[in-house]
């Protein structure tokens, strides 16, 4: 009901503060969809602790901590400063350790890490502007390990703002 009042007017900005804050699911997506929608004729400041909601709904993101401004991005743009390389996932049938060395030899590839909870998915850094998702998946079928999963991998909004507002690691990926 605020922001049907909010939009009668017609402003140029809107300042919604936990505007999804007890709706049920259907009213969550609509109210999204609504606040995407206004994007485009609005300003729109959306103030929220709820990360996931924000990374659904904005198209840029401003973290502040303890009243100082720490950054100012889009999630993809607070991504790529905050990780020194890109990642990929790797999920294949295969043996991990010759996966992981084979992988870690490839143009472009800065490290292979073997996930710590699943035995055949393998985490790979790669080196900014380099794409060899097509050398791994190439190596990986030509050896008939199967290739079961392989996509990049971006950091939650919760992960950038854990490691730009607190002495502690992130939660891992």
Not at 55 to 78: F, K
Not at 80 to 107: C, F, I, K
Request: aromatic share 2%; with cysteine; charged share 25%.
């Amino acid at each position: 009901v605020g922001l049907a009042q909010a939009l009668v007017h017609d402003p140029p900005v809107l300042i919604l503060d936990e505007p999804t804050v007890g709706l049920d699911p259907r009213q969550n997506s609509e109210t999204r969809q609504l606040i995407r929608s206004l994007a485009g004729s609005h300003t729109i400041i959306l103030s929220s602790h709820i990360l996931p909601e924000v990374s659904q709904t904005c198209q840029r993101v401003v973290i502040i901590n303890e009243g100082r401004l720490v950054a100012e991005d889009t999630p993809e743009g607070l991504t790529a400063r905050l990780r020194a390389s890109d990642r990929l996932v790797v999920q294949l049938r295969g043996p991990v350790e010759e996966a992981v060395a084979l992988l870690g030899r490839m143009p472009g590839v800065l490290q292979v890490t073997p996930d710590s909870h699943e035995a055949c998915r393998l985490y790979i850094d790669c080196a900014p502007q380099s794409d060899p998702r097509e050398a791994i998946a190439a190596a990986i079928v030509e050896r008939g390990w199967g290739l079961r999963e392989l996509r990049p991998v971006g950091m939650s909004l919760e992960e950038i703002f854990l490691k730009l507002t607190t002495e502690e690691p992130p939660l891992p990926v």
